[in-house]
């Protein structure tokens, strides 16, 4: 396997696509492909943190566990430390999976109920055969609990013993013990309180520091995204739209989609004025997604082309991508022409 140095990837996806059959109707006899990840490509370096947010059903859970193969992409590249990821298989496939791992959203039905903590850690350990001897395992992870916070006394008791924080310090042990380089955090803390999602999420900055790891943090929300991600990349309808650095994208968001989701962050002030944009209608079927550009139906900046013809995902400056026809210097001029346009 070769090695990465500083300037190349430790991930790179390239078109992936993942598609599902769906179910086919009286006037439709063939069946229609949902469309649930459509050509999403993107890089991640080592030790960063690439956010991805979007409203639920855009995608992102589907996209994370592709890259993963925990779910078979349809077709696409994933190169990882320069080896094609989505062409391994037998030996070379459980190996290069050692060193990625994920977090799932459900603290609780993540674990299963018939193993006890020690034995759900040590799983992974075992697969990976890599100790000789059950000694060895349970002093490794007695170690790993210290790490992610937990008591060792609790090393024999079952899940149900346990809260929600608890438990997902729990799959948190057993996503890091093998030591990985790169894990996939679906949505991590959104089934927790408030008071424990910070906990959670200091957690992984501190083992992100630690162990030099590199995160795919998926969340619908922009306060935890903004806290803790390095880039952002924005997803609808199975597209990305937009993807830059975390300051770049919150001060001067481009695409008209991630306009509209800073918009709805409150402010602490009630004072402030902020212009909400309000999306008007609900997210299109990945069934049957609109033609051109998939979020024109319910973009504020719709115009003709919007409809015919797709936009690429193009730099827009220092790195900052946006699919859109309007971006940038664009984005502007079209503004002003609909301002002229009131006028009139």
Known sequence: MSEVNEKTPLLEVRNLRKLFPGKSSFFQKDKAWIKAVDGVS????????????GESGCGKSTMGRSVLRLIEPTSGDIIYRGTDFSKASGAELRKLRSEMQIIFQDPYASLNPRMTVGEVIAEPLKIQKRYKTEAEIRAHVLKVMEVVGLNT??????????????????GIARAIVLNPSLVVCDEPVSALDVSIQSQVLNLLRELQESMGMAYIFISHNLSVIKHISDRVM???LGHVVELADKKELFDNPSHPYT????SAIPVPDRHAK?????LQGDLPSPANPPSGCVFHTRCFKAQDICAEQKPELRDIGNGHLCACHFCGGACAQAEKSEENKEIL
Request: net charge positive.
């Open 42 to 53: 993107f890089t991640l370096n080592a030790k960063e943190t690439l956010g991805v947010v």
């Open 153 to 170: 006394k609790y090393y024999n008791r079952y899940p149900h013993e346990f809260s929600g924080g608890q438990r997902q310090r729990i």
């Open 234 to 236: 924005v997803m609808y």
């Open 259 to 262: 306009q509209a989701l800073l």
């Open 274 to 278: 902020r212009k909400k944009i309000l």
